[in-house]
């Protein structure tokens, strides 16, 4: 047998010279799994043992007493101490993106691989706030500052080893702290130099600004799988001779790597391609993502076909079941889209009722809320007055074709094909009750035209949901990335375009971002290299 097995929890453990217990989604489902399945005493038996043993995320978690997620259900108890939820009162909930896991004094060297400069990768609702006594008790920590809250990012003593982060996905950074774990170096030396920028991150804690590139990925008339680009979503050129051939921008696990390489925070890949004649288990982009996997070692979302599918045998797939196959290919995050919209239309015309039946609703009850993206698609409609509709308005700054000074922004559906009788406000506080964790922000209005981001949009949405905001649509230079994190609320900004034609790129974003005092994460050295 491996000496690091895939199924920590089995009722073999005895066997296994290292667990690493991996867990996403709730920490009471994760509880109650394991118990149901026999599995607790096995897992206390390993532990109990002395071997090597590693948590990650909700394996974290479930080593703590208990957690406010699920009141009634215990944890493992290994470590004293309880799980709470952020305040969503000042930040936004869950907590997505890259951040610190600084040690405590006393620890001389690198814990487990841990660097003072490095960030790394947390997605999470509930945390482990630091108290003495945890570490009275003997433990050794590793912390992040979330907002005003300082909370447990690694905890270790004797042979257990905890991250709240995902390693995995933590570019070089994270990589190195598996090995370290693998490797059995509780600790080891800190580097004799670091550059002055790491140096200088190394002083500040807290979340960093997240640059996301994006690849709308779609069959070109060849039949190849392309990353493409649109304009107002027209994603077809047109040539001199009156044709039209869907933009070619590259192959989508090159540039991913490319992306990975250069900096990125996080890779989404939009599927615009309908595979209507596919089996379920056939569909291209599962390769796609299994291939990505394998060199890129930061989130990765996928968006497009996130709903029942039906093979063309007649087998009915649930969206649940749809999502488990792209986890399992390589996905962190789905983004689900036209269905939200069904969803949200559903979800008033029942007078707010949720059916515990939306794709939005299991997926998140399965995978928790952190592993469901709604994108949104909204464009302008601009009244006269407030008065003049229902929907939501604002006033803006840019007016209307007639002057108007006020505009609503109307949800689509199909692409950006067909509006809906709905507006942003409506539908982003209906995912939100039905579990999304993240929303994806585009503006149709601002699609291809390198314009900067729908600043109007962004606060607008900010200030309807207590969830992180993804700004999306318009990026066209380094100076709107640092325009929508200093004029906006946004927790995160995505770029495509500028990214795939070679004007800009991400490292070229990030540093000009850092130049402008904004806290940014650091390609480390080795990511461009095979690991």
């Keep these: 047998m491996d000496k690091v097995t ?81 305040d969503p009162s000042t930040k936004s909930v869950p907590h997505i993106g890259w951040n610190s896991a600084a040690t405590r004094e006393g620890i001389e060297g690198s814990f487990y691989g841990l660097r003072p400069h490095s960030k790394y990768y947390y997605v999470h609702s509930y945390a482990v706030p630091v108290a003495d006594s945890i570490m009275a008790d003997g433990w050794d920590i590793a912390t992040g500052i979330y907002g005003e809250e300082e909370f447990i990012g690694a905890i270790g003593k004797g042979n257990v080893f905890a991250t709240q982060f995902h390693p995995e996905k933590s570019g070089v950074a994270g990589l190195r702290v598996l090995k370290a774990f693998l490797d059995g170096n509780r600790i080891s030396p800190l580097p004799d130099a670091l550059s002055a920028s790491a140096v200088e991150n190394s002083k500040q804690g807290g979340l960093t600004r997240r640059i996301i590139a994006c690849l709308d990925v779609r069959t070109n008339d060849q039949g190849d799988l392309v990353v493409t680009k ?112 069904t969803a949200a239309e559903e979800y008033y015309s029942s007078n707010k009722t949720l059916s515990g039946k939306t794709a939005i609703e299991t997926i998140s009850k399965a995978y928790g809320n952190q592993a469901v993206v709604v994108s949104v698609d909204p464009k302008r409609v601009y009244v006269p007055s407030p008065a003049s509709t229902a929907h939501t308005t604002i006033k803006t700054a840019f007016l209307g074709p007639n002057g108007e000074e006020y505009c609503w922004y109307q949800c689509t559906i199909k692409g950006g094909r067909e509006g809906r009788d709905m507006d942003v406000h409506q539908l ?37 949901v207590g969830i992180p905001v993804i700004a999306s649509s318009g990026a066209g230079v380094p100076a709107h990335f640092v325009e929508v994190f200093e004029r906006t609320e946004g927790d995160a900004a995505l770029g495509a375009g500028m990214f795939h034609r070679r004007e800009y790129t991400v490292r070229q974003v990030k540093q000009y971002l850092a130049e402008k005092g904004l806290l940014v994460r650091d390609a480390e050295e080795g990511e461009g290299e095979d690991i």
């Excluded at 109990?48 to 043993?53: A, E, L, Q, V, Y």
């Design 230 to 341: 649109g304009d107002q979503y027209d994603v077809r050129e047109k040539s001199a001779e009156g044709t039209s051939q869907v933009r070619n921008l590259g192959k989508p696990v090159e540039l991913a790597k490319r992306y990975f390489e250069d900096g990125a925070d996080e890779i989404t890949f939009l599927n615009i391609t309908s595979f209507r004649n596919c089996p379920l288990a056939d569909l291209p982009m599962l390769e796609i993502l299994r291939q990505t996997s394998k060199t890129v070692f930061v989130p990765l979302t996928i968006g497009g076909g996130i709903k029942d599918v039906v093979d063309p045998d007649g087998t009915v797939h649930p969206a649940l079941e749809v999502a488990t196959l792209y986890f399992k290919s390589g996905a962190d995050k789905v983004s689900i889209g036209t269905d939200a919209v």
């Design 6 to 86: 895939g199924r920590p929890c089995g009722r073999r453990t005895n066997y296994s010279q290292r667990v690493i217990f991996p867990g996403v989604g709730h920490f009471g489902h994760c509880m109650q799994t394991l118990s149901k399945a026999g599995y607790v005493e096995p897992l206390e038996a390993f532990i109990n043992s002395g071997k090597p043993f590693m948590g990650i995320c909700v394996g974290l978690q479930a080593l703590f007493t208990a957690s406010e997620e699920s009141p009634s259900t215990p944890g493992l108890g290994i470590i004293p101490g309880t799980l709470k939820l952020f």
């Design 428 to 464: 982003v506080r209906a995912v939100e009750a039905m579990g999304a964790g993240e929303i994806l922000l585009n503006c149709i209005d601002k699609d291809g035209s390198n314009s900067g981001f729908d600043l109007e949009l962004i606060d607008a949405v900010k200030g309807a």
